[in-house]
């Protein structure tokens, strides 16, 4: 039997198709645009649940399968520990800020700066705050070209290539639609990710010969919560991170701003920790 390694024909038109319905869904939502509010809160009109699915979807990237995936292979269940420890910060985010953020009533946590130190503060912080924001982002648009590279397999997608066509198509209709193209594009992917887990989960114990063979099998400490070089105080240092990256994060505080009233922003926090300890 022989082993495929790259994409076939229809890899290639699944592939083409999802871009096609994220730029179809970036179109479809311009249409709403009518002020910045529209723009960039969805008017506040977005039902918590589905903020909560693009705020769980925001949490990981490309990058994320890549890390985790390693350090499971490395350390075991030390990777499920360095995850789940995580949502100790949202939940704490959520009962000190995300409250506080929506009643703020404003656009953006730039503009919040704005409204509630100066205008020159606001500079401060958008100047300090987009070589990160490139860095980050240009991360994830990279991680995602190494799967697209190795599944393409073709000498015409090079990573210049890739990263490029990512880029663009982001881009594209994240600026199309605002929010809601961003919010519901986000579900469209939750889906996939869905029906992807649904797929491979089974097919992964199967190629395993079930769980008796997997736990049978297992390499000594793959059972650990924690390995070195990973210790408690790690742990610790990583609550902090994720309190600070998901509670005063631009794109993140956007998903609160998104939401009705103070009540769904933090039903929407405390949604994301509920999937993220069950994913």
Same mark, same amino acid.
């Given at each position: 039997?022989?082993?495929?390694?790259?994409?076939? %024909?229809?890899?290639?038109? $699944? /592939?083409?198709?999802?871009?096609?319905?994220?730029?179809? /869904? %970036?179109?479809?939502?311009?249409?709403?645009?009518?002020?910045?509010?529209?723009?960039?809160?969805?008017?506040?009109?977005?039902?918590?649940?589905? @903020? @909560?699915? !693009?705020?769980?979807?925001?949490?990981?990237?490309?990058?994320?399968?890549?890390?985790?995936?390693?350090? %499971?292979?490395?350390?075991?269940?030390? @990777?499920?520990?360095?995850?789940?420890?995580?949502?100790?910060?949202?939940?704490?985010?959520?009962?000190?800020?995300?409250?506080?953020?929506?009643?703020?009533?404003?656009? !953006?946590?730039?503009?919040?700066?704005?409204?509630?130190?100066?205008?020159?503060?606001?500079?401060?912080? $958008?100047?300090?705050?987009?070589?990160?924001?490139?860095?980050?982002?240009?991360?994830?648009?990279?991680?995602?070209?190494?799967?697209?590279?190795?599944?393409?397999?073709?000498?015409?997608?090079?990573?210049?290539?890739?990263?490029?066509?990512?880029?663009?198509?982001?881009?594209?209709?994240?600026?199309?639609?605002?929010?809601?193209?961003? /919010?519901?594009?986000?579900?469209?992917?939750?889906?996939?990710?869905?029906?992807?887990?649904?797929?491979?989960?089974?097919? &992964?114990?199967?190629?395993?010969?079930?769980? %008796?063979?997997?736990?049978?099998?297992?390499?000594?400490?793959?059972?650990?919560?924690? &390995?070195?070089?990973?210790?408690?105080?790690?742990?610790?240092?990583?609550?902090?991170?994720?309190?600070?990256?998901?509670?005063?994060?631009?794109?993140?505080?956007?998903?609160?701003?998104?939401?009705?009233?103070?009540?769904? @922003?933090?039903?929407? $926090?405390?949604?994301?920790?509920?999937? &993220?300890?069950?994913?």
């Amino acid at each position: 039997m022989d082993t495929i390694t790259h994409l076939q %024909g229809i890899d290639f038109a $699944v /592939i083409a198709a999802y871009f096609l319905i994220v730029i179809l /869904i %970036g179109t479809y939502f311009a249409r709403y645009i009518r002020q910045a509010r529209d723009y960039f809160t969805a008017g506040a009109n977005i039902p918590w649940w589905l @903020a @909560a699915i !693009s705020f769980w979807m925001a949490t990981f990237s490309s990058l994320s399968f890549v890390t985790y995936a390693e350090l %499971g292979y490395k350390y075991g269940l030390t @990777a499920l520990t360095l995850y789940c420890i995580g949502i100790p910060g949202m939940i704490i985010g959520a009962w000190l800020f995300v409250g506080r953020w929506r009643r703020a009533r404003q656009m !953006s946590p730039i503009g919040f700066v704005e409204a509630r130190f100066s205008p020159a503060l606001k500079q401060v912080f $958008v100047w300090t705050g987009f070589p990160l924001r490139l860095a980050d982002n240009a991360i994830r648009i990279y991680a995602t070209a190494i799967f697209l590279a190795a599944a393409l397999g073709s000498e015409f997608f090079t990573m210049t290539r890739i990263i490029w066509l990512t880029g663009i198509i982001t881009l594209s209709y994240s600026l199309l639609g605002g929010q809601w193209s961003v /919010i519901v594009t986000d579900f469209v992917q939750f889906i996939i990710l869905c029906l992807a887990v649904v797929l491979v989960f089974p097919l &992964s114990v199967k190629a395993v010969d079930g769980f %008796g063979s997997f736990f049978a099998n297992m390499p000594e400490g793959f059972m650990r919560p924690l &390995s070195p070089p990973y210790d408690l105080y790690q742990l610790l240092t990583w609550i902090v991170l994720v309190f600070f990256s998901f509670h005063a994060g631009w794109a993140m505080i956007q998903k609160y701003n998104c939401v009705r009233s103070e009540k769904d @922003a933090r039903r929407v $926090v405390y949604a994301v920790a509920a999937w &993220s300890f069950i994913g």
